[in-house]
């Protein structure tokens, strides 16, 4: 009996425990079934939309000591020089000083849209501080213009043989010439100021041809994609605007030209007469174009430029080549000499709205 009883009122109790544990269980299923839904919930959220501050093994992966040098043969904080050009770019309409000389803002923006800083090197300075400034840069540039005599000429003379110095040293230094500097370094290193033909090439655009025997590797388009160079070869993707050049009839024949550069690429004029329109130095990081890489994406006063997005990959290429070239600089200038120097010091003026010319050009004077 004691034990009936003990097992009935045991069994009792386990009835009373059991309807307890279900009443409370009743009363805590959907508040657990919330919690628990919003802890799935949360944690599904997170692990998807974490942001980088919040997400703790990202924000150990990306410590500091985890991202990798950078190339230390090469250097960072480039800056070109770019040679100005004699008069103020826009035909007086800005400033008719004897002494005034400009670079189109396309030139800079062109160096500056990949990655470098641009000191200009006026033409007219004393030698002594062209000299110094070409110390401070990583490369130069030569612009189109028209100036082929006197202190222009010898001053882009000058600055060449102090490249080839550099390089000759030892000392990677880069030089870029587009259209009248192209033309300045076929008379330069022709020695003939009467090497140049005319053309007529104004204001033209061109597709531009390969020599069937040029290896592009190591040039500035060995980074264009094969689609890209196909099209350069069948759409008018470069801008031509010049009424000299050289033939490579002309260029061949000349000892001094054909052993200095090979020619990479040619173009026709609007009488479908060829000349040279792109070319590498064989020994040194030097590359010369008739035609005008820098226009696609900065200039707008001519009406054949070509603005389409392979156009401006055209000049997205070269600037990234050229600037590629003046990282393996090994000049390393003072900041602050460099700082005093910049183009930075200096305002563009726009002249576009005449519907002609550069739209915008730095002038000095
Ligand atoms: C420069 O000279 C021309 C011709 O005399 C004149 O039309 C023009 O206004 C001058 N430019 C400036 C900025 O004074
Ligand atoms: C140009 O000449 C003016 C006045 O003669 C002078 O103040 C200025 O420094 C010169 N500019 C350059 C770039 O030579």
Redesign the pocket.
């Known amino acids: 009996m004691l034990k009936d009883t003990n097992d009935s009122s045991s069994s009792y109790n386990r009835m009373i425990s059991y309807s307890n544990i279900f009443h409370v269980w009743k009363c805590l299923w959907i508040p657990l079934i919330i919690f628990f839904f919003s802890k799935a919930f949360c944690n599904s959220n997170a692990q998807s939309i974490l942001l980088p501050h919040q997400d703790r093994s990202f924000l150990r992966s990306a410590g500091v000591s985890s991202c990798p040098m950078p190339d230390p043969s090469l250097y960072f904080r480039p800056v070109v020089g770019i040679l100005t050009h004699p008069g ?1 770019g826009a035909s ?5 000083a004897t002494n005034a000389s400009y670079i189109a803002a396309s030139y800079v923006k062109f160096v500056e849209s990949a990655g470098a800083r641009v000191i200009p090197l006026i033409y007219n300075e004393p030698k002594e501080i062209l000299a110094e400034k070409l110390n401070l840069v990583n490369g130069v540039l030569f612009t189109g213009g028209w100036a082929k005599t006197g202190l222009y000429y010898e001053t882009v003379q000058e600055l060449f043989k102090r490249a080839l110095e550099k390089n000759d040293a030892g000392y990677h230094f880069p030089v870029l010439a587009i259209c009248l500097g192209f033309e300045l370094l076929n008379m330069i290193v022709s020695k003939d100021k009467n090497i140049l033909e005319t053309f007529n090439a104004l204001d033209q655009a061109s597709t531009l041809q390969f020599m069937g025997s040029t290896n592009i590797e190591g040039t500035v388009f060995q980074r264009f994609s094969p689609d890209l160079l196909k099209k350069l070869t069948t759409e008018c993707l470069v801008m031509q605007n010049h009424h000299y050049g050289i033939s490579p009839k002309r260029f061949l024949e000349t000892p001094a030209l054909s052993s200095f550069f090979k020619i990479l690429t040619t173009s026709k004029d609007e009488n479908d007469k060829v000349y040279v329109s792109t070319v590498q130095a064989q020994n040194y990081p030097i590359t010369g174009f008739q035609w005008h890489p820098e226009k696609n994406a900065f200039e707008w006063g001519l009406s054949m430029i070509p603005h389409s997005e392979d156009a401006v990959q055209v000049t997205q290429h070269v600037a990234n080549y050229f600037i590629s070239e003046a990282r393996k600089s090994m000049n390393r200038p003072s900041a602050r000499k460099v700082l005093d120097n910049l183009i930075y010091n200096y305002s563009p003026t726009y002249c576009g709205k005449a519907g002609k010319g550069y739209d915008e050009v730095y002038i000095f004077a």
Do not use: A, I, P, Q
């Open positions: 103020d007086g309409r800005l400033n008719n």
